[in-house]
């Protein structure tokens, strides 16, 4: 596995590309800044599950303790959020798992015409699983008016967030696609709206910054000084 990082364009460079890219980057943003949102709302909610189990011991039996109603609900429609919305963001970081054993090793028009095929067949997949999700299984929630077995909260939110992220996730794979034909046709050109793989070393090294908080360099120096 190799992680990438997304090559948005500067503002005002990219040419179309550049604009399509910056303009649906700010809508993965925000879908991500709502998943981490409710990730957090979550947390508190599960922390509050567990003290309310628990006040009498922790109030001496002042207060009984007793679970929140319709926890199991909340969850099994929240945890939607954080699973989709997030996808097209991931996509466009290249933080997606990807296995790299060939086309890490390969170069130019090849590698980008490989990734455009790759990616394209990842686009029809997306596209087909967004139209049926949307409609067998968000509209047959709507029209039937499902809803979940403990506090009859209606599901068909939960569902319609599916399509709605998958469709975001297909419109960055399309972007992804027009940025590797754009490479094949013109390999000088300076990668936009697709994921560079990075190498292990160059990985390691960011790792290694991001921890440390410092240069990689300066880090290695200083532990051979010290030796």
């Known amino acids: 596995m190799v992680s990438g990082v997304g090559t948005s ?13 910056r303009f649906v980057s700010r809508i993965e943003n925000a879908f991500n800044a709502v998943a981490s949102v409710c990730i957090v709302i979550m947390m508190v ?18 207060i009984p303790g007793r679970p929140l109603e319709g926890v199991i ?44 095929v790759a ?11 967004a139209y049926k999700s949307y409609t067998e299984n968000f509209m047959w929630a709507f029209e039937l008016g499902d809803t979940t077995m403990d506090i ?7 569902k319609l967030v599916v399509p709605i992220a998958l469709a975001l996730l297909a419109t960055r794979l399309a ?10 046709l013109d390999p000088t050109k300076v990668p936009i709206g697709v994921p560079v ?4 070393a160059t990985q390691a090294r960011e790792e290694i910054e991001d921890a440390m908080g410092h240069d990689a360099d300066e880090h290695v120096a200083r532990n051979g000084t010290q030796n």
């Open 9 to 21: 364009a500067p503002p005002g460079e990219g040419g179309l590309i550049g604009a399509v890219d």
């Open 45 to 62: 909610y599960m922390c509050a599950e567990v003290l309310s189990r628990k006040a009498d011991d922790l109030t001496f039996g002042l």
């Open 73 to 116: 609900d909340w969850v099994e429609l929240g945890m939607v959020t954080f699973a989709f919305l997030g996808a097209a963001y991931c996509q466009r970081n290249g933080s997606h798992v990807r296995m790299e054993l060939l086309m890490g090793q390969l170069r130019g028009r090849v590698l980008w015409a490989l990734e455009a």
């Open 119 to 129: 990616v394209s067949i990842a686009f029809f997949y997306i596209v087909v699983i």
């Open 152 to 158: 009859y909260l209606p599901v068909w939110p939960s």
């Open 175 to 184: 972007i992804n696609i027009w940025g590797y034909v754009r490479l094949f």
């Open 197 to 200: 793989i990075k190498d292990v």
